[in-house]
C-alpha cells in the first residue's frame, strides 16, 4: 500500500514536469501570435517597433532572421538610429558568411548620419565577416583579400580608432588565433588597449574582443588567467545590458546563451579556478541549465560542459568516457583536439589507464605536429608583415613614437629562432616516441 502511494505521488510529480516543459514551448509560441495580432493594429511606427521588439526576444533564431528585416524598416520609418544599428548589428552576426547580405548592410550602415556610431558598426560587421571566413585557413583566395587590406586599405599614421581597430583585427585573424609570436601578441595588446579606450556605448566592438580574447587564451598554451578575467568583463556587460533592456521595457530579452558560453568557457580554464569558483560556475550552469530550453539542448547534445566539470574536481571516471565521446565531434578543429587530449592524457594517468594515456598520448602527438606546421606559417607571414607594421605608429598609443626598421640581423635571428624551435620540438617527438616504444615493451612483457 506505501510503495503504492509512492508511485501515485511520483507519476503527479512526472506528469506536472512533464506538463510544465510541454508548455513552455507554446507558452512562446501563443505569445508570439498574440503580439503579432496586436501589430496589425497598431497606427505608429514606434508602437510597432515596441511589439517587433518583444516577439524577436521571444523568437527562434530562425524567427529572430525573420523579425530582425522587420525591425529594420520599421526603426528606419520611426527614425530609431539604435533600432536601426542593433538589428544591422544582429543581422551581420546572422548572415557573416553571405558576402551579399554583408555588402548590403554596410551600404546601409553608410547612411547612418552619425560619424561615429557608423564608424563604429561598420568596424564591427567587417569584423564578423572576417571571423567567420578565418575558421577556413585554407581559403588561400581569401587571405590574398585580407592581406591585401591590411596592407592597402588602412591608413596607419591616421588617428581614426575604429580603422586602427579593423586593422588589428584583420592582423590577428590573418596570422590566425592559433599564432603566439611577437606581433601577434603586441597586436592583441594593442586592440585590447584600444578597446578600453572606447565609450561604454560600444559595447558590441567591447564583446567582440573579450570573445575572441577570451577564446585566445583559452587555448592550451594560452594563459588561462586571462582567458577568465575576458569572460568575467563578458559578463558584467551582460549584466549592464540586463539592466538597460529593463528600463526599455524589453521584458523578453534573454542572456541565459550568453551567460552559458562564458560560463563553459571559464570551466574549460579550470587549472585557474579555485575550488569555491569552480563550484559557483558549475552552480550558474546548472541553474541556466533548468530554466533555459535552448541551453539543456545543447548540454545535452554536447557534453563539452560536463567533461570540464569532470576535469576540474579531479573526476577522472567518468571525464574519460565523457571526453572520448566529446573527441568524436567531426567539427572540433585541431586546436581543441590537441586540448582535449591533454585532457584525456591527464585523467588517463589519473587513474592508471595506460591504453588510454598511450592512445591520447599518440593523438596529442600528432595534432601537435599539425598546430607546429600551422604555426611556421604564422611566423613566416609574422615576418613578412612586420616591416609594414612596425614602421607606423599603430603598435604605439602616443602617435610620436619613435619608428624603426627590423634589421638584417634581426631577420637572422628571428630565422634562428624558428630554427631553434623546430629542433626542440623535433627532440620532444623523439622523447615521445621513446616512451611510447617503453611502454608498448612494457605492456607486452605483462601480458606475458
Known sequence: M???????????IIAGVMSAVAQTKPAKQELIEKYAEQLKTTTSARDSL??????????????????????????????????????????????????????????????IPNQEARAATKTFIVNQQINRKSRHPDDTDFQKILLDSITKSHNLEGKDIYDKLSLLYQIIQYLGVDADGVLFKECLDTYGK?????????????NQYYTTAAMIHSRLNGNPHKAIEYDKKLLEIIEQLQQMYIKKNRKFRNY??????????????????????????HDSIMAIYERNADVRHTMDQNGQANVFYYMAT???????????????????????????????????????????????????????EEIDSLRKITMKREIMLRDSIINAPLLYKDSSAPTRHLTNLEHRKIEQTLTIIASALAVLLIIYIILYVKLRIRMKRSRK
Not at 2 to 12: A, G, Y
Not at 346 to 358: F, H, L, S
Open 2 to 12: 506505501k510503495k503504492r502511494k509512492i508511485l501515485i505521488i511520483l507519476t503527479i
Open 256 to 281: 541565459d546563451t550568453n551567460k552559458f558560453i562564458s560560463y563553459r568557457r571559464m570551466m574549460g580554464n579550470y587549472h585557474a579556478l579555485s575550488e569555491e569558483e569552480i563550484e559557483t560556475i
Open 50 to 111: 515596441r511589439i517587433l521588439y518583444y516577439i524577436f526576444d521571444l523568437s527562434d533564431r530562425k524567427g529572430q532572421v525573420s523579425s530582425a528585416w522587420e525591425i529594420l524598416r520599421t526603426a528606419e520609418r520611426a527614425d530609431n538610429m539604435n533600432a536601426q544599428l542593433d538589428m544591422i548589428r544582429n543581422l551581420a552576426t546572422f548572415f557573416a558568411a553571405n558576402d551579399s547580405v554583408i555588402g548590403a548592410l554596410i551600404e546601409m550602415t553608410e547612411n
Open 194 to 206: 584600444l578597446i578600453e579606450d572606447l565609450p561604454q556605448s560600444d559595447y558590441p566592438l567591447k
Open 314 to 368: 579531479k573526476d577522472y571516471k567518468n571525464a574519460i568516457p565523457a571526453l572520448e565521446g566529446f573527441l568524436r565531434n567531426r567539427d572540433l578543429s585541431t586546436y581543441q583536439r590537441q586540448k582535449y587530449n591533454g585532457m584525456l592524457i591527464e585523467a588517463a594517468k589519473g587513474v592508471n589507464d595506460t591504453k588510454t594515456y598511450i592512445k591520447a598520448m599518440e593523438q596529442f602527438i600528432e595534432y601537435s
